[in-house]
């Protein structure tokens, strides 16, 4: 029975003694081992009742054993649902009540606060820690290490992802078997990569890039990984030498560059770097060329299409652009309208082509708002295509916010600023930083007779928000500054304080 995600990304590999993963501790994992973990996981997901199209969903720690549970969801045909592990319980509950997931992995430490919430949305709780203990992978230890993989199509469901707009309200973007086949496919042959790549892996895993780029294009292309739990510039630079290739985010580069250590030398045995998921300052792109004889290659994705564009891997890569449309992905400039603009007019970008996602879950209004009957996904972020063909993003409606790679949608924070003591009103803005390539920044309008407690107020902010969204610095001000329509002119804002970051 064919299955085309767990058979193009997992089932090619079966029986091979090659290394996947390098991990931590110097060991490594072979795909027949990946594989026969994969096997033991996916007859416990069936055994709990999980059958295809239900929702798994998984708040843990990056591993070997989490990749695995990506894998037997595949293999099983239940939808996979990674969330953030900076989430709070109160983030959590949501998306578990509007995903429906009928089972739900969490790390021990936070099982307690988690299990409650868990009962309420009716998800059956289990454990899966960082070294890959837990209740979860206990009662599968003793399973087959072979599985009958369920028949899928490509355009069945594997995954959702979940993306806040900015009313606050979570949107499940649900992505189909070819939505993640077809662009790692792409990207595979767009940037080269093939069974002799070593990918530096220090993404994390609850995110498109980490796992649907990066990690699908390993697969496909037999690739391995040097699997770490997180980005630790010393491991980086002991590692790159027997590496080929690294995916990152602009702060990846900027810790690189601060270190001494870093030098061209370290870097001989690299073919690419990749930039993504926040935009990266041309200072870093000529510093790390510089540095490195490097040019790192910038691209352009999100949670509804995974990669829409990017910048050659022969040919010039443009500092400040995201290159060119990949094969098979329609891109266009259009005014509110819909109506395609001259090249070099700034307009909002839409995209098309087998990358789109289906929809958004149980938000039929919100689908049709933003996905065209014609196949075109209205991505809402502002940009211009130039002569030489080259797209530029120029800035990003709903006033978005992209800070270390992570989305910060700036209403959500706002709802929860607003209700703190002596605050009248609250805008969070985005300004430049120079490591996270852009930080948010609350501006508080006092209340008369009231100065808010700036210190108080970020302390509160640890139950309500993951610590990502946290604003980097509160500034209280008498009134914010409006328009005829009364509108709050957030362009004024950025451009009073977009140097608060900058070096002197």
Not at 114 to 119: D, N, R
Not at 334 to 343: H, S
Not at 467 to 493: C, E, S, W, Y
């Amino acid at each position: 029975m064919a299955n085309p995600l767990f058979d193009t990304l997992f089932a090619r590999h079966a029986g091979q003694d090659t290394v996947f993963l390098h991990l931590p501790d110097g060991s490594t994992m072979t795909h027949d081992a990946f594989l026969r973990m994969t096997a033991r996981f996916a007859h416990q997901i069936a055994r709990l009742g999980l059958e295809p199209g239900d929702r798994l969903a998984v708040q843990i720690a990056k591993s070997p054993q989490a990749l695995a549970v990506y894998a037997a969801c595949a293999q099983t045909g239940v939808i996979f649902l990674p969330l953030n592990t900076a989430y709070t319980p109160a983030e959590v509950s949501y998306f578990l009540e509007n995903s429906g997931a009928r089972l739900f992995l969490c790390d021990g430490k936070a099982a307690e606060a988690l299990a409650p919430i868990a009962a309420k949305a009716d998800a059956r709780l289990e454990v899966m820690n960082a070294d890959g203990s837990g209740s979860f992978a206990d009662a599968a230890a003793g399973n087959a290490e072979e599985f009958d993989t369920v028949s899928r199509e490509k355009d069945d469901l594997a995954a959702f992802l979940y993306t806040s707009g900015t009313t606050g309200r979570s949107k499940g973007a649900m992505l189909t078997q070819d939505n993640l086949l077809s662009n790692a496919q792409v990207l595979t042959d767009y940037w080269r990569f093939t069974a002799d790549d070593v990918l530096l892996h220090a993404l994390p895993i609850f995110h498109t890039h980490g796992l649907f780029v990066a990690t699908n294009i390993c697969l496909i292309a037999g690739a391995q990984m040097i699997f770490y739990p997180g980005f630790d510039a010393d491991a980086v630079i002991r590692d790159m030498p027997r590496a080929t290739s690294m995916m990152g985010v602009p702060t990846f580069y900027t810790r690189l560059l601060d270190r001494e250590d870093f030098t061209a030398d370290v870097s001989r045995n690299m073919r690419l770097f990749i930039s993504g998921s926040a935009p990266l300052l041309a200072e870093t792109h000529r510093e790390f060329e510089a540095r490195t004889g490097h040019r790192i290659l910038e691209r352009y994705g999100m949670t509804e299409t995974n990669m829409n564009t990017s910048n050659p891997y022969d040919g010039e890569r443009r500092a400040g652009t995201v290159g060119f449309p990949l094969p098979g992905v329609e891109l266009r400039v259009c005014d509110e309208n819909g109506n395609a603009l001259p090249q070099g007019e700034i307009g909002t970008i839409e995209v098309r082509g087998p990358n789109v996602f289906k929809g958004y879950w149980q938000m039929p209004e919100k689908t049709a708002e933003e996905l065209r009957k014609n196949g075109f996904f209205i991505t809402g972020d502002l940009g211009l295509i130039d002569k030489d063909g080259y797209v530029t993003i120029v800035g990003r409606g709903k006033d978005l916010i992209i800070s270390g790679g992570y989305n910060i949608y700036p209403k959500e924070i706002e709802l929860v600023l607003d209700e703190a003591p002596g605050v009248l009103e609250s805008a969070v803005i985005g300004v430049p930083h120079p490591d996270f390539g852009e930080t948010p920044v609350g501006i508080l309008a006092r209340r008369p007779e009231e100065a808010p407690d700036c210190d108080a107020i970020m302390a509160s902010l640890t139950d309500s928000l993951a610590r990502f969204k946290h604003p980097r610095k509160l500034v209280v001000v008498d009134a914010l500054p409006r328009n005829t329509m009364g509108k709050v002119q957030k362009n004024i804002l950025r451009d009073t304080y977009k140097g608060l970051f900058q070096p002197e």
